[in-house]
């Protein structure tokens, strides 16, 4: 604890001074009862909070409150002791915590905390905190009433470059102006990007607010949204003032590369504090006339350092990527105890909540121009195309929405079937395809039978494709479980389950090339996540369809590419930078799937259900080299420049490679390095005379 007293200062709390009580759990730290710690949610932040608070001395996670909670995961991490219940209430009202954390999707946050509050925690809320500004501060406003404590999860705040930032202003100067700069990635195929721009939003808005007051001085007067410029491609632009000092948020989710940063300019140097490496450029003074030769090599070296220094720390570190979030759980708790100001004031969670709203209007109105136009492209593509023919009975499809669903959903409604497709929610108009029904349904929650009214044929492409053992049980195993079942009680009798061809046992163990009699590598998480999730829905829809009187037949595609908007597989090598590492010898074949391929070939199962193959291993028929496959990418990206990485070296550097990460970096399943791109071998007998029986697209192209 005394890091954060000598880094932060004892009782005067990080962003300004709040009104503090003692809690129940109130004291020293070596003589007063461990904080009792609830948590309310479990997902992939939830984790992450749970392996920052077992870090913490004297505070113990007594309940987690998840329905959707896997004890699995969850055991390791919390004590013997620890309840995991179903809801919020008996959360707090049986177990009765001290603090809770509250890690769920945003739009439950404002009732929760205020439920919490209520049952006197203290509450640390994930961001983004609220959706609107009201709702802040009606959560600050009874944490007041009541004496407890709130912080947002504005954890950046708390990394080292913000804090080396803050010990170095008076260097600078008076501060003239604060940039804020983060580009991200689409991290889910779930959402909009408007949605994900809002969701990252908070971390380059509450640093900006933070260096805005500490700049001005000002800790009162309301922060002007001078302009705003934001698209529905999630970009934003945004002009911010207090008093003499201007601010500058920049989130986009198309500039590259990744990167997030804070630039404080003043009248006697500049501070660039990033967070992608961890480090800090500082450039005191004025940098003019003879000076201003020095720059660039100071910048350099500092960056050179400061990387150095932050990279060494990612992967030495035992708190890992997240630091900030267990400083800031750290000195939360520390404030409750000491009975001090919380590490961050009301008035700094108000701000960022009231101007991120005043953003995400912006990208909503944006957003809301876009859809229009493309509901009217929709409706009038829908009434161009000949209309369904209701007597096949409708195909019911799932992932609809993804990679492969989407040119099989556009296949299927062009060959004059009735289309309808379950997604977690009805996508946006420009997500659509014409003359298909959407409808909602979150699979690994159960599936109503009504949704399969009127469906003859079930073709099942959604699966999770990120997270752990967790993710993979509910919506790629559980979810197959309840479609499959809810088929059966339909009266669907035809089902299609799209598998991958990474469930079957690789070639070294078979002692061959890989065939549809080859079997299902089932009950092996060492292949990872999504491998094991994809060979246990395999394994478990083919017995539910014979119990079920299901005719079950399984499609397995190859590494899906999309040769009209071409991106590497995984296996084809890495993108590092300027370069792309090509793994691999250039002559050497990778077997792939083009994502219209499979279309055509589903659609034919669609229109031959009994005379298709039961299993088929779904390869392009002759498989590309990987230099065509290079040349494919060089296409859109001739930026790249290619360096080849033979494969023979690869597997020598394998071994060493697993050593390193084992011993060194401590990881109990190290990768397969080498097994991450070798090529198996396949024959493609089946697949060539299914991709010819399917015959050219059906698609009119307009």
Same mark, same amino acid.
């Given at each position: 604890?005394?890091?954060?007293?000598?880094?932060?200062?004892?009782?005067?709390?990080?962003?300004?001074?709040?009104?503090?009580?003692?809690?129940?759990?109130?004291?020293?730290?070596?003589?007063?009862?461990?904080?009792?710690?609830?948590?309310?949610?479990?997902?992939?932040?939830?984790?992450?909070?749970?392996?920052?608070?077992?870090?913490?001395?004297?505070?113990?996670?007594?309940?987690?409150?998840?329905?959707?909670?896997?004890?699995?995961?969850?055991?390791?991490?919390?004590?013997?002791?620890?309840?995991?219940?179903?809801?919020?209430?008996?959360?707090?009202?049986?177990?009765?915590?001290?603090?809770?954390?509250?890690?769920?999707?945003?739009?439950?946050?404002?009732?929760?905390?205020?439920?919490?509050?209520?049952?006197g925690c203290h509450v640390y809320v994930e961001k983004p905190f609220t959706p609107t500004r009201a709702d802040a501060e009606r959560i600050v406003a009874l944490a007041q009433e009541r004496g407890l404590k709130v912080v947002?999860?504005?954890?950046?705040?708390?990394?080292?470059?913000?804090?080396?930032?803050?010990?170095?202003?008076?260097? +600078? @100067?008076? $501060? #003239? /102006?604060?940039?804020?700069?983060?580009?991200?990635?689409? &991290?889910?195929? =779930?959402?909009? %990007?408007?949605?994900?721009?809002?969701?990252?939003?908070?971390?380059?808005?509450?640093?900006?607010?933070?260096?805005?007051?500490?700049?001005?001085?000002?800790?009162?007067?309301?922060?002007?949204?001078?302009?705003?410029?934001?698209?529905?491609?999630?970009?934003?632009?945004?002009?911010?003032?207090?008093?003499?000092?201007?601010?500058?948020?920049?989130?986009?989710?198309?500039?590259?590369?990744?990167?997030?940063?804070?630039?404080?300019?003043?009248?006697?140097?500049?501070?660039?504090?990033?967070?992608? +490496? @961890?480090? $800090? #450029? /500082?450039?005191?003074?004025?940098?003019?006339?003879?000076? &201003?030769?020095? =720059?660039?090599? %100071?910048?350099?070296?500092?960056?050179?350092?400061?990387?150095?220094?932050?990279?060494?720390?990612?992967?030495?570190?035992?708190?890992?990527?997240?630091?900030?979030?267990?400083?800031?759980?750290?000195?939360?708790?520390?404030?409750?105890?000491?009975?001090?100001?919380?590490?961050?004031?009301?008035?700094?969670?108000?701000?960022?909540?009231?101007?991120?709203?005043?953003?995400?209007?912006?990208?909503?109105?944006?957003?809301?121009?876009?859809?229009?136009?493309?509901?009217?492209?929709?409706?009038?593509?829908?009434?161009?195309?000949?209309?369904?023919?209701?007597?096949?009975?409708?195909?019911?499809v799932t992932g609809g929405t993804g990679m492969l669903g989407k040119p099989v959903v556009t296949e299927l409604r062009h060959a004059g079937f009735p289309v309808r497709v379950l997604s977690r929610r009805v996508p946006k108009?420009?997500?659509?395809?014409?003359?298909?029904?959407?409808?909602?349904?979150?699979?690994?929650?159960?599936?109503?039978?009504?949704?399969?009214?009127?469906?003859?044929?079930?073709?099942?492409?959604?699966?999770?494709?990120?997270?752990?053992?967790?993710?993979?049980?509910?919506?790629?195993?559980?979810?197959?479980?309840?479609?499959?079942?809810?088929?059966?009680?339909?009266?669907?009798?035809?089902?299609?389950?799209?598998?991958?061809?990474?469930?079957?046992?690789?070639?070294?163990?078979?002692?061959?090339?890989?065939?549809?009699?080859?079997?299902?590598?089932?009950?092996?998480?060492?292949?990872?996540?999504?491998?094991?999730?994809?060979?246990?829905?395999?394994?478990?829809?083919?017995?539910?369809?014979?119990?079920?009187?299901?005719?079950?037949?399984?499609?397995?595609?190859?590494?899906?590419?999309?040769?009209?908007?071409?991106?590497?597989?995984?296996?084809?090598?890495?993108?590092?930078?300027?370069?792309?590492?090509?793994?691999?010898?250039?002559?050497?074949?990778?077997?792939?799937?083009?994502?219209?391929?499979?279309?055509?070939?589903?659609?034919?199962?669609?229109?031959?259900?009994?005379?298709?193959?039961?299993?088929?291993?779904?390869?392009?028929?002759?498989?590309?080299?990987?230099?065509?496959?290079?040349?494919?990418?060089?296409?859109?990206?001739?930026?790249?420049?290619?360096?080849?990485?033979?494969?023979?070296?690869?597997?020598?550097?394998?071994?060493?490679?697993?050593?390193?990460?084992?011993?060194?970096?401590?990881?109990?399943?190290?990768?397969?390095?080498?097994?991450?791109?070798?090529?198996?071998?396949?024959?493609?007998?089946?697949?060539?005379?299914?991709?010819?029986?399917?015959?050219?697209?059906?698609?009119?192209?307009?």
């Amino acid at each position: 604890m005394g890091y954060i007293r000598a880094r932060f200062g004892q009782g005067s709390g990080l962003l300004g001074n709040t009104d503090g009580r003692m809690s129940k759990s109130s004291g020293d730290v070596g003589s007063s009862p461990a904080l009792r710690v609830g948590l309310i949610g479990s997902g992939k932040m939830g984790i992450n909070h749970l392996k920052a608070i077992r870090m913490i001395p004297n505070a113990e996670v007594v309940g987690i409150a998840d329905p959707a909670a896997n004890e699995e995961t969850l055991r390791p991490l919390i004590p013997a002791g620890a309840r995991i219940v179903k809801s919020a209430a008996e959360l707090l009202e049986q177990i009765k915590p001290d603090v809770v954390h509250i890690v769920t999707p945003q739009f439950t946050h404002t009732e929760l905390a205020l439920q919490a509050l209520r049952a006197g925690c203290h509450v640390y809320v994930e961001k983004p905190f609220t959706p609107t500004r009201a709702d802040a501060e009606r959560i600050v406003a009874l944490a007041q009433e009541r004496g407890l404590k709130v912080v947002a999860g504005h954890q950046v705040l708390f990394e080292l470059p913000n804090q080396i930032a803050h010990e170095k202003l008076p260097e +600078i @100067g008076d $501060v #003239v /102006h604060v940039e804020s700069f983060f580009s991200f990635r689409m &991290v889910r195929r =779930t959402i909009t %990007r408007v949605e994900q721009c809002k969701d990252i939003l908070p971390h380059a808005v509450y640093p900006l607010v933070d260096h805005l007051r500490r700049a001005s001085g000002d800790r009162e007067s309301p922060i002007t949204l001078t302009a705003v410029d934001a698209s529905a491609a999630g970009d934003v632009y945004a002009l911010l003032r207090l008093g003499k000092v201007t601010g500058l948020v920049t989130v986009t989710l198309s500039g590259r590369p990744v990167e997030q940063f804070q630039n404080i300019i003043g009248t006697n140097g500049s501070i660039r504090a990033d967070y992608i +490496i @961890g480090g $800090v #450029v /500082h450039l005191s003074g004025p940098g003019d006339s003879v000076g &201003v030769l020095f =720059t660039p090599y %100071r910048r350099s070296s500092q960056t050179v350092a400061g990387a150095n220094r932050g990279i060494f720390n990612l992967f030495t570190s035992k708190v890992g990527s997240y630091r900030g979030l267990k400083v800031l759980t750290e000195s939360f708790y520390q404030s409750i105890r000491d009975r001090t100001p919380a590490p961050m004031s009301p008035s700094h969670i108000v701000d960022t909540v009231d101007i991120c709203e005043r953003i995400g209007q912006a990208l909503d109105a944006s957003e809301a121009i876009v859809e229009s136009a493309a509901e009217q492209r929709v409706v009038a593509l829908e009434r161009a195309l000949p209309p369904a023919d209701r007597e096949r009975g409708v195909v019911l499809v799932t992932g609809g929405t993804g990679m492969l669903g989407k040119p099989v959903v556009t296949e299927l409604r062009h060959a004059g079937f009735p289309v309808r497709v379950l997604s977690r929610r009805v996508p946006k108009p420009s997500q659509r395809v014409a003359g298909v029904e959407y409808l909602p349904c979150d699979l690994g929650g159960g599936v109503d039978a009504t949704l399969l009214d009127g469906v003859s044929l079930v073709v099942h492409c959604a699966a999770e494709t990120a997270g752990g053992k967790d993710e993979h049980i509910r919506n790629s195993i559980t979810a197959t479980k309840n479609l499959i079942e809810a088929a059966a009680r339909a009266g669907t009798k035809r089902f299609i389950h799209v598998s991958s061809v990474a469930v079957l046992k690789p070639g070294r163990q078979v002692r061959g090339p890989i065939d549809e009699q080859t079997p299902v590598d089932a009950d092996n998480l060492g292949r990872g996540p999504y491998v094991w999730g994809k060979a246990e829905s395999e394994v478990l829809v083919q017995k539910l369809g014979r119990d079920l009187g299901v005719d079950v037949k399984v499609v397995r595609p190859g590494p899906l590419v999309d040769y009209a908007d071409f991106h590497a597989a995984g296996r084809l090598g890495r993108e590092l930078g300027p370069w792309y590492v090509a793994i691999g010898g250039r002559h050497s074949p990778l077997s792939v799937c083009d994502v219209w391929t499979g279309a055509r070939v589903i659609r034919s199962y669609a229109t031959s259900f009994d005379q298709a193959p039961p299993v088929l291993n779904m390869l392009e028929g002759k498989s590309p080299t990987r230099k065509e496959l290079v040349t494919r990418m060089l296409e859109h990206r001739p930026d790249l420049k290619v360096i080849w990485f033979p494969g023979w070296l690869l597997r020598l550097a394998n071994g060493p490679a697993m050593l390193a990460q084992r011993f060194l970096l401590g990881m109990k399943k190290p990768m397969d390095v080498y097994g991450a791109f070798a090529s198996e071998r396949y024959r493609t007998d089946l697949a060539n005379t299914t991709i010819e029986r399917a015959g050219p697209s059906v698609i009119v192209r307009r």
